[in-house]
């Protein structure tokens, strides 16, 4: 069965014909591009997530162990029934502290994911907005921004304020809210040119109104989805910043702080100091970002069809 093929949009209507083989089934329906995430990837990402999360909740409140009390006599245990991840160089029962560590990265890494994504809002839509030199002064601090190393950037910012935790969130803020503002602005600027917007404009709707039928509706889940997105780097940033001794202090429980320990207890042959803290900061991240790459392409279905077709 031959493919049928269909007419592409002509520049300008003096200007020839292009003629394009779009990709169909048998059926005659348009092949729909084939989604990177299944369903069952999907579900497990979902699962892992929910165990992490379960387990950062339920382990602190129904538990004795009080995971600030040193216990010199157990120094190094290893995994056993007492301590299912073993004691770390203080004889602190690991289990509880990397549930108390995931609490805190996780809110830690929540905060700034929403602090940079409101950044990244606000300047895109002032440079969709106000365009001319707003835009273009925009464009090119974002520019400016993503060619400096953000790591580096934000180890700078969190030495200044070593151990503070509003210092975490601002270098986060402050590195991450680049990618955010060019998907506003796009979606901003290809909202405006469409044609119901331009019909709601003759129609006499005021400026109020069609912000908020039009551009505001599809803003918003651009938005949503970028917190998802931004989680996983806001995680692993705030891990980095603790584990080179600019995040949190030592004492505060976090995956930095604990893969920090790790590198004096693994040369005392305490592998699961290091083995737990990574697995749990690893399964977190990639269920994290296997989610929001499923949100990602459910929210731009006809912008994949339509990269497929002008192949």
Request: glycine share 8%; net charge positive.
């Given at each position: 069965?031959?493919?049928p093929?269909?007419?592409?949009?002509?520049?300008?209507?003096?200007?020839?014909a292009?003629w394009?083989?779009?990709p169909t089934?048998?059926?005659g329906?348009?092949?729909?591009?084939?989604?990177?995430r299944?369903?069952?990837?999907?579900?497990f990402?979902?699962g892992?997530?929910?165990?992490?999360v379960?387990?950062?909740?339920?382990?602190?409140l129904?538990?004795?162990?009080?995971?600030r009390?040193?216990?010199?006599?157990?120094y190094?245990a290893?995994?056993?029934p007492?301590?299912?991840m073993?004691t770390?160089?203080?004889?602190?029962d690991l289990?509880?502290r990397?549930?108390?560590a995931?609490?805190?990265s996780?809110?830690?890494a929540a905060?700034a994911?929403?602090?940079s994504?409101?950044?990244?809002?606000?300047?895109?839509?002032?440079?969709a907005?106000?365009?001319g030199w707003?835009?273009?002064?925009?464009m090119?601090?974002?520019?400016?921004?993503?060619?400096?190393?953000h790591l580096?950037?934000?180890?700078?910012?969190?030495s200044?304020?070593r151990g503070?935790?509003?210092?975490?969130?601002?270098s986060?803020?402050l590195t991450h809210?680049?990618q955010?503002a060019?998907?506003v602005?796009?979606?901003?600027?290809s909202v405006?040119?469409?044609?119901h917007?331009?019909?709601?404009v003759?129609s006499?709707?005021?400026r109020?109104?069609v912000w908020?039928?039009h551009?505001?509706?599809a803003?918003?889940p651009?938005?949503l989805?970028?917190?998802?997105?931004?989680?996983?780097h806001?995680?692993?940033?705030?891990?980095a910043?603790?584990f080179l001794?600019v995040?949190l202090?030592p004492n505060?429980?976090?995956l930095?702080?604990?893969?920090e320990?790790a590198?004096s207890?693994i040369?005392?042959?305490g592998?699961?100091l290091?083995v737990?803290?990574?697995?749990?900061l690893?399964?977190t991240c990639?269920?994290?970002?296997?989610i929001?790459?499923?949100?990602?392409d459910?929210?731009?279905p006809k912008r994949a069809?339509?990269?497929q077709?002008n192949?």
């Open positions: 069965m031959s493919e093929t269909v007419l592409a949009s002509p520049r300008s209507m003096t200007s020839p292009k394009r083989t779009v089934w048998p059926s329906r348009l092949m729909q591009p084939r989604r990177p299944s369903r069952r990837t999907i579900a990402c979902v892992v997530l929910g165990v992490v379960t387990y950062a909740v339920v382990v602190p129904f538990t004795d162990v009080d995971p009390v040193v216990d010199l006599g157990g190094l290893a995994p056993s007492d301590h299912p073993g770390d160089l203080l004889g602190r289990l509880v990397c549930a108390q995931l609490q805190v996780l809110l830690l905060i994911a929403v602090v994504t409101v950044v990244g809002v606000l300047i895109g839509t002032v440079a907005s106000v365009g707003v835009d273009k002064v925009t090119r601090a974002v520019d400016a921004t993503n060619a400096l190393p580096l950037l934000g180890v700078v910012i969190a200044l304020w503070q935790w509003w210092a975490i969130i601002v986060i803020g809210w680049t955010v060019r998907i602005r796009s979606e901003i600027l405006r040119t469409r044609e917007v331009a019909a709601a003759v006499g709707a005021s109020t109104q908020a039928t551009i505001v509706p803003v918003v651009q938005a989805i970028a917190v998802v997105l931004l989680l996983p806001a995680v692993w940033h705030e891990s910043l603790s001794g995040g202090a505060d429980p976090s930095g702080t604990l893969l320990d590198r207890g040369l005392a042959g592998w699961w290091l737990f803290p990574a697995g749990l690893t399964a990639l269920a994290i970002a296997g929001g790459g499923r949100l990602r459910a929210a731009m069809v339509e990269a077709v192949r």
